[in-house]
């Protein structure tokens, strides 16, 4: 079916831009005349410009009596760029068909709404399950005021994420760290714990040919500011931006020091135990735009994770090598628990090379 294809090309070039377009969503756009593609767009780096005038402008005066394919409802409000509804309106198309009814209190329908009663013709819900996926930081933050947050833990035959205390332990090929690759590239910022952050000193960047320019925000949580400068993330973080989330009871000292490499320092509430408070350090990274965390800590805060009930999407990447002795478990009591009883759904199960990575997705 035409309109299938054609949507299906929508969504491949919103896809494209995932992780570049925050705080506003990855939107593909195409504008079809008798069978033929007159005109795309997708949205920008930054979020603007917004991906149907890009298209529109590509179709020019092919646009009358054409029909528009986009991924997401288009916006109807004011910002820094008209809406949407009023270039399609003038453009002259005659069809909108689009994936997803946009939740955002200020769209809402209305971008649909304001369409028919110029006379368009518009249908929704085509592909809608795929256009939620990729939409999913979007439609997370507009709806519960955070991002979206992709868990991704890798773990031994015999199910441990490491041995030893501070034992760095190789458990996927490079097949499958070159998917984890990509999937930072598609996110806004990478999350990772103070133990991460010390234990394995990693540098959350996207080391993929052709993508190394697309090495997202890296985000550490860490209540008593223990992160050092020797560290890739801080010695980076001129080069690639780094926050470092603490308590408000956090010592000064740290701050100041960690503000001389170029690394900034967000206080957020704590917890009961003194903690950061999960939920409140989310809702500080919605407040700044971000829509997609990818979250590559350890077990524990993978489990703190899924006690408050953050985890939108997890993968489970199982290495063919089994540790052989007592480890670190990589599945903790919570996220075993949101698991096993189905509130994290098996949706997708992909081999790379000699792993195996299952993806869950939050039951609906």
């Known amino acids: 079916m035409a309109d299938i294809r054609f949507m299906r090309l929508a969504l491949a070039l919103g896809h494209r831009n995932l992780g ?21 767009g997708v949205t920008q780096a930054g979020g603007r410009p917004h991906a149907e005038p890009q298209a529109l402008a590509m179709a020019g005066e092919a646009a009358r009596g054409a029909t528009l394919y986009v991924t997401l ?15 399609i309106v003038a453009s002259g ?22 369409l028919r009663e110029a006379g368009i013709a518009v249908e929704t819900g085509l592909l809608r399950e795929i256009a939620a996926r990729d939409h999913i930081g979007h439609v997370t933050r507009a709806t519960q005021g955070r991002p979206s947050l992709h868990l991704k833990l890798a773990r031994t035959r015999d199910g441990f994420a490491a041995g030893a205390p501070d034992q760095r332990l190789r458990i996927t090929g490079p097949i499958a760290d070159g998917a984890v690759h990509l999937w930072r590239a598609h996110a806004d910022a990478i999350l990772v714990g103070i133990g991460t952050a010390r234990a394995d000193d990693p540098s959350l960047t996207v080391r993929l040919p052709g993508l190394s320019g697309r090495s997202p925000l890296r985000v550490v949580l860490d209540s008593t ?24 009871n956090a010592p000064a000292h740290p701050k ?23 939920p409140a ?31 939108d999407v997890c993968t489970l990447i199982t290495g063919p090598a089994a540790l052989g002795t007592a ?23 992909r081999d790379f090379g000699p792993d195996r990575a299952v993806t869950y997705e939050r039951s609906q």
């Open 225 to 248: 500011l223990r992160l050092q400068p020797s560290t890739h993330l801080v010695r980076g973080a001129r080069d690639i931006p780094t926050l470092v989330i603490t308590t408000r």
């Open 256 to 278: 100041r020091m960690l503000a001389s490499f170029g690394v900034e320092v967000l206080c957020v509430a704590a917890d009961a135990a003194g903690r950061i408070d999960l």
């Open 327 to 349: 480890g670190l478990p990589a599945i903790g009591p919570h996220l075993e628990s949101s698991l096993s009883r189905g509130h994290l759904k098996p949706v997708e199960t």
């Open 73 to 87: 409802e288009p916006c109807s409000h004011h910002g820094r760029t008209p809406p949407c509804t009023d270039a």
């Open 20 to 40: 570049r377009t925050w705080p506003n969503p990855s939107v593909g756009a195409i504008v079809v005349a008798d069978g033929r593609i007159v005109g795309q």
């Open 93 to 114: 198309i005659a069809r909108v068909v689009t994936a997803l009814e946009d939740p955002d209190a200020r769209v809402a329908g209305r971008g649909h709404a304001l």
């Open 281 to 311: 350090a989310l809702q500080a990274l919605a407040a700044r735009g971000l829509t997609r965390l990818c979250c590559e800590g350890g077990p524990h805060l993978a489990d703190a994770l899924a006690r408050a009930d953050l985890v």
